[in-house]
C-alpha cells in the first residue's frame, strides 16, 4: 500500500505546484523555482513515461534519449499551436503540463526486456584487469574536469545576460520570445538591418526557450541557456549509439568524453539560447532510434524515430539537408538487417505491409512533430521553405527570393573556406584532439568498417563525411562548425570504434589521451601552472576513489527504492522547498544586475520605468536586450509603409518589404499611430534614413541618452513640439543612469 501511496503522491504534489503556477501570475521567485522544478519534472516524466510504454526493449541510455526526445515534443508541439491560436500564455501551458503529466500515469508500462539479461552478462564478465581500473578512473577524471569547466562558466556567466559568447540569441531568438511573451501568439518580428530569413525559420528552439520562461513570466534566468539539456543529451546521445554499434561502456564513455572535450561544444555552445545543441541532438537520437528500427522493427521504434526527425525539421532548416540523409541510411540499414540471420527484421510477418504500416506510422508523427512552421509557410507564401527557392532540373518548383540561393552566395566572405585550415587549424572551434582523433577516424572508419564488412557501422560512419558535404556546398556561412555538430559527434563514436577494432593494445594510448584531456579542461580554469598541475592530480585521486567505490558496489545486491517511495516522495518535495528560496534570491539578484553591464539597454530599462514602453527600434537587429530586465518594453521594428500587416510574420500576413523607403512624413505618423514613445538607435555602417530624420528634426525628438554606438530618443507629442517657446536645445538628456558612468 506505501509503494501505491508513494508512486502517486509525487506526482500529485508535483501537478499541484504546476496548477498553482498556472494562476499565481505573481507569485514570488521562490515559488518560481519550485514550478520550474515541477514543470521540469512532469515533463521528464511524460517523457519517460512513453520511452517506458513505447520501447522498453532499448538500452538504458538509449531510453533516456528518447525520453528526452517525447519530452520535448510534449512541450513544443502543443505550445506551437497553444501560439496558433493565440492563447500561449504561460498558465495556459502549465496547466497543460500537469494535466499530461498525470494522464501518463495510466500509460501501461512494461518491464525493459533488456536490463535482466545485461546484468547476467555483466555478472559473468571477467574480473577488470589494472589497465581497465585505470583507464576507469581517468574516464571519471575526464569526465569531471569537464563538467567543472561548465560549471565555472555557468558561475562566472551567472548575473551576464543572454547572448555572452555573440550567437543569435540577442537577435532573433530570444526577440521572437520576448514578443510572444507580450502578444500570446507566434508573431515573429521582421528586421530591416541584417538577415531578412530569419521570421520564416523553423521555431523549436525559440518555443523551448518560451518553455522555459513560462514558470517564470518575465525573467529569462534559464531560458538564457536553453541549449544546456540538450548539449548534454547529445553527448549522451553519443553514449548511445557506440553501444549501439557493440562498444564496451568504455569505449563508449571514452567517444562521449572526446565529444564534450570540444570548448566550443561544451559549454559555449550549451550556454546559449539558440538551436544548434537541438539540430544535433534530435540528428543523433534519430540515428539511434533508426538503428535500433532497422534491426528490430517495431511501432515503438518507428514512433521515436519519427518524432526525433521530425524535431530536428522543425529546429533548423539544416534539418531538411540531415533528414533524407538519416532516413536513406535507415532503409539501407534496414535491408542490410534483412540479409542477417539474427535480426528480427528476418521475421516474415515484419514483410511487405507491416513494413509498410511501420513506415507510415513514422512519417505520421514526423509530420505531426515537424508540420507546423513548414505548413505555415506553405500557406502563406506557397513555398514551405520560404525563402529558399527550389528548383528541380532548371524548373521552378517554390517560388522565393533569389539572394536566398546558395549561388547567390557563394561568393560571400562567409562562403570561402579552405577546407584543409578549417579542420586542422582551428583550435578555437575543434580544439587540440580533433585533427589527431577525430577527423582521421571520420576518414578510416568507413574503409575499415567495409573491408570488414561491417556493413551498417559504414553506414552509420558515412554520415559525418556527408554532413560536412552538405555544410560545405549547401550552406553558405562557413564560419563555424556549429553547423555540423553531429557531425563531430557521430566522427567521435568512429574514433572509439577504430581503437576498439585495433584491440586491447590501445589501452595504454587511452590512457594517455585521457590524462591529457583532462590536463586541457584544468587548463581552461585559467589558473597558474602550479595549481593547473595539482588540480589535474586532485581529479586523477577523484576518478580513482570514484572508479574504486564503483566497483565495490558492483557485487551488492540492487536496492529497492519503490519500498520507500511515499517517505521519498516527502523528501523529495521538503529539499526542493528549501533550495527554492537561495535560488529565488539569485534569479532576484539576475534580475536586477543582468543589464548592468550592458550601458544602453540599462538606460532603455530605467527610462521605460516598472511599467515598461512602447520602443522603436533602429539599426543592427539585435533588439532583445532592450526589451527590458523584466520584458516589460513593447520593442517594435516600425514599418516605413503602411502596410502594418507585414510588420510582423504569421500565419496568413503578407510578405511585402514593410521597410520600403517613403518620407520621413509617413514614418511619422506610423509612429503616432502605433503609439511608440521611445526610439532606440544602434548606429552601424549601413543606417536605414529614420536616424538621419530624427537628427535634421530636433523638434520632434529629444535625446535622451547617449553612447559611441547607441543614441535613445525621446518622441515628443505635438502639444510640447508647438509650445510657445519650446527650444529642442534646452532640453537636456534625461539620464537615469549615472551619466559619468554611462555616456562615452
Known sequence: MSTERGSILLPLLTAAVLVAGAAWAGSPRAFQVLVFAAMIAGLWGTGSRLARWLVPGWSLLSRWVA???????????????????????????????????????????????????????????????????????????????????????????????????????????????????????????????????????????????????????????????????????????????????????????????????????????????????????????????????????????????????????????????????????????????????GSEARVPARAPAEIAGLAGLLAAVLAVTAGYTYLRNAVTTGNPIFPAPLSLFGVDVFPGWESARISQRDTSPEFRINVLRFLTLRRDLFGPFFPFTMLPAALAAPLVSLWRRKWVATLVFTLPTLFFLEFLFLMHDHRDMRYFVPAIA??????????????????????????????????????????????????????????????????????????????????????????????????????????????????????????????????????YLFFGRRIQNDVQIVPRNWDLDAQYYRWGSPVTDPFAFTTYRRWRRILDRLGIQWIVVVRTPWEDPERAWIGQRKGDFRLAWEDMGTEIWKVLPKSSRSAPGYNPRDAKPANPANPAKYRR
Open 67 to 341: 525520453s528526452f526526445t517525447f519530452a520535448v515534443a510534449v512541450a513544443v508541439v502543443p505550445a506551437t499551436w497553444m501560439g496558433h491560436f493565440g492563447v500561449m500564455w504561460p498558465g495556459v501551458f502549465l496547466a497543460w503540463t500537469a494535466g499530461v503529466y498525470l494522464l501518463s500515469r495510466f500509460l501501461p508500462v512494461r518491464d525493459p526486456e533488456t536490463e535482466t539479461s545485461r546484468a547476467a552478462i555483466d555478472s559473468i564478465a571477467p574480473a577488470p584487469s589494472r589497465w581497465d581500473r585505470i583507464e576507469t578512473a581517468l574516464l571519471v577524471s575526464a569526465a569531471a574536469a569537464i563538467a567543472m569547466v561548465g560549471l565555472a562558466d555557468m558561475f562566472r556567466l551567472r548575473f551576464a545576460p543572454a547572448g555572452p559568447y555573440g550567437f543569435d540569441d540577442i537577435s532573433y531568438h530570444l526577440a521572437a520570445v520576448a514578443t510572444w511573451l507580450r502578444h500570446g501568439d507566434l508573431r515573429m518580428m521582421r528586421f530591416s538591418v541584417g538577415d531578412a530569413s530569419t521570421p520564416f525559420y523553423p521555431v523549436l528552439g525559440e518555443v523551448s526557450s518560451w518553455v522555459l520562461f513560462a514558470p517564470f513570466r518575465d525573467s529569462d534566468a534559464v531560458a538564457r541557456w536553453t541549449q544546456i539539456p540538450f548539449g548534454l543529451f547529445s553527448v549522451l546521445a553519443v553514449a548511445a549509439i557506440s553501444r549501439r554499434l557493440g562498444l564496451s561502456p568504455r569505449l563508449s564513455a571514452l567517444a562521449a568524453i572526446l565529444f564534450a572535450s570540444l570548448h566550443r561544444v561544451i559549454p559555449m555552445l550549451a550556454l546559449s539560447a539558440g538551436n544548434d545543441h537541438s539540430a544535433s541532438f534530435f540528428t543523433l537520437a534519430a540515428v539511434d532510434g533508426g538503428l535500433a528500427l532497422a534491426r528490430r522493427p517495431r511501432p515503438g521504434g518507428a514512433v521515436a524515430t519519427g518524432a526525433a526527425l521530425g524535431l530536428l525539421l522543425a529546429t533548423k532548416y539544416i534539418g531538411v539537408l540531415y533528414a533524407p540523409v538519416v532516413l536513406l541510411v535507415l532503409g539501407l540499414a534496414w535491408l542490410l538487417e534483412r540479409r542477417d540471420p
Open 490 to 623: 557521430l566522427a567521435a563514436v568512429a574514433f572509439a570504434w577504430l581503437i576498439d577494432r585495433i584491440g586491447p593494445r590501445t589501452v595504454p594510448f587511452r590512457i594517455l589521451l585521457l590524462a591529457l584531456v583532462t590536463y586541457q579542461a584544468a587548463r581552461r580554469l585559467d589558473m597558474s601552472d602550479a595549481r593547473e598541475v595539482l588540480l589535474t592530480l586532485a581529479l586523477f585521486g577523484l576518478g580513482t576513489l570514484v572508479a574504486r567505490e564503483a566497483r565495490r558496489r558492483s557485487g551488492q545486491a540492487p536496492s529497492r527504492p519503490r519500498r520507500w517511495a511515499a517517505a521519498s516522495a516527502v523528501v523529495i518535495a521538503v529539499i526542493a522547498v528549501i533550495a527554492a528560496v537561495p535560488l529565488g534570491w539569485l534569479v532576484d539578484v539576475y534580475q536586477e544586475t543582468k543589464l548592468t553591464e550592458r550601458p544602453a539597454a540599462f538606460a532603455m530599462d530605467a527610462l521605460a520605468g516598472p511599467g515598461g514602453a512602447k520602443i522603436a527600434y533602429v539599426g543592427l537587429n539585435q533588439p
